[in-house]
């Protein structure tokens, strides 16, 4: 069963930085979509950037400039580094990853960590 695990989420104030780290279990991490997600309070759940085994890497616009998305493979390590931070990108952080083969299609997710910027 794959286990995701966030970690690096805190409070910061505006303009400030966090890096958020995801450890996933499993033998083919490398080969995996890896993605970060975010929920606001009251919102619904969106893609905030994603990475291909291949390094093809997606961003919201919202966070395009701003935060880099990186993974080391031989840790089984996903990286989120969030700069120029905004109250906007107050939200819980959703660390997922793409089902591969057998579970093709499928997506699992990690806990999710808090982020709080404060204004």
């Known amino acids: 069963q794959v286990q995701l695990m966030e970690s690096g989420g805190g409070l910061v104030q505006a303009g400030g930085s966090l890096r958020l780290s995801c450890a996933s279990s499993g033998r083919v991490f490398g080969f995996a979509v890896m993605s970060w997600y975010r929920q606001a309070p009251g919102g619904q759940r969106e893609l905030v950037a994603s990475?291909?085994?291949?390094?093809?890497?997606t961003y919201a616009d919202s966070v395009k400039g701003r935060f880099t998305i990186s993974r080391d493979n031989a840790k089984n390590t996903l990286y989120l580094q969030m700069n120029s931070l905004k109250s906007e990108d107050t939200a819980v952080y959703y660390c997922?990853?793409?089902?591969?083969?057998?579970?093709?299609?499928?997506?699992?997710w990690g806990k999710g960590a808090l982020v709080t910027v404060s204004s």
């Open positions: 990475a291909t085994s291949g390094g093809k890497i």
């Open positions: 997922a990853k793409d089902g591969l083969g057998p579970n093709y299609g499928m997506r699992y």
